[in-house]
């Protein structure tokens, strides 16, 4: 027998939705097999906390007086560079951009101790942020300096704006050459010295519901500890990527693009980080909401790392050099045990996706599920499946000189 | 190449002077200034890292000492900052010493200070700075 959203949602209204997170649900399918769940079970809450680097802020400061137009102009935020292409006064501040002056790789490894996600965690705690702002001044915007704090509470719109987040699935990352290199999947030491891994695995949203049936546009979720929605696909969203029998993509596939109310969130679950070698990111944390429609999605939702199976990739060479060689795959059960075995070496692995944060937002999620604050939503469009045909094309501009670049 | 951390105390009359310039202008030596106070008496502190040449490292030393700054070698004591750390447990593996530690059941890293050898590992990559560095001077 089928659910509705309606029908989920009028139990959470009334307080009776059976609510658990993705791992709860693994036991439950485990003892009491799929048909049983799907009945008992509305919601699956899942979640995840990781880097991820294509996400950042747009606000709006208010008219100065007299005005400024900081369209075409310049704008820094404690000294990061951020966008100001739009009209006069609304900004975007990307989560990788760095200071001008931030010496970058020049002393390799760099540091990056400070970029647009430190900024937006600052803004977020509501410290004070240093606005410098130069313009070219017009008839009707002559100003053309600007440098104030401004503080979070006293902007008009304040917007998490995400392209991509939340990857379906990740590359585990190692290294054959025989140098230490620097990858945004971290330090990865020569010789198969580790294999770096980065999702949430079983309780992450997207392998929870690989074909994408609940979770589409228009989906409301937690999201840097406030509400927010899906937008839309994340940019690279590569939902033809190969999957098991189980329908679980073995590579990066699926992606979404979310927003939400930056007012609302809180720098415990958006993060500055500072990758050494590589750059500044964004730990940003996000759980979904999956309504138990059917005995298809509760079986989904029940999905174990060992059934979810991620590729090795060489980061000295093939993954630089956009060639396809995949080492091997392994379960995320045996990338959590600690060592997995890669060529006939013993190699140790490490988590770059918090899992017990993961835990965390599932559980919050489910509270306020329980609690009839958060209702789910119907997407209003879905976002393209493997049936779309949708695939993650490589860079086919036409370069005008041939530019090998490297380090 | 060699590379020292060293604490420097300078007297009163030089804490305007342009002593660690003079380091890379006369001897060639890089520095990183670590940290820099003024004590109550008007006492200079500083921690610096100090990279060079072998030889040119010495006379450098030695043209502080002539200077009459006094200098130690620096103690570190590595800390955690619980309120920074995501538990992500990247650290985990690199840190030699088994001072950082993966809890089996909640996947909650757990820091313990006896077996920190401050090798500095885990302050250089964790991505959230929660590992830091505190100068015992
Ligand atoms: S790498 Fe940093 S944030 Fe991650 S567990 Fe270690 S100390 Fe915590
Ligand atoms: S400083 Fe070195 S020994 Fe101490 S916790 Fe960090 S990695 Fe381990």
New binding site residues.
Partial sequence: MAKTIEEINEKIRQGKAVVVTAEEMIDIVREKGVEKAAKEVDVVTTGTFGMMCSSGIYFNIGHTKPRIKLGGGKVYLNNVPAYAGYAAVDIFLGATALPEDDPRNRYYPGKFPYGGAHVIEELVAGKDILLTATAYGTDCYPRKFLSAYININDLNEAVLFNVRNAYQNYNVAVNLSNRTIYTYLGMLKPNLGNANYCSAGQLSPLLNDPFYKTIGIGTRIFLGGGIGYIIWQGTQHDPSAIRGENGVPKRGAGTIAVIGDLKQMSPSWLKGASIIGYGVSLAVGIGVPIPILDEEIASYTSVKDEDIYAPIVDYSSSYPNREPEVIGEVSYKELRSGEIEILGKKVPTNPLS?YAKAREIANILKEWIKEGKFLLTKPSAPIPGPESGVRFKPFSGKELKEEVGSR | MRTERVVLHFPKHLADKPVIVNLVRKFDLDFNILKATITPDEEGVMVLEITGEEENFQKGIQYLKELEIKIQPLSQDVI?NET?????????SYCPTKA?QRDEETYL?K?DPQKCIACGI?VD???????EIRLVV
């Fill in positions: 918090s | 955690w920074r750390c995501t538990h992500c447990l990247y650290c985990v950082l890293v820091f885990c990559i964790c991505p959230y700075k929660a590992m």
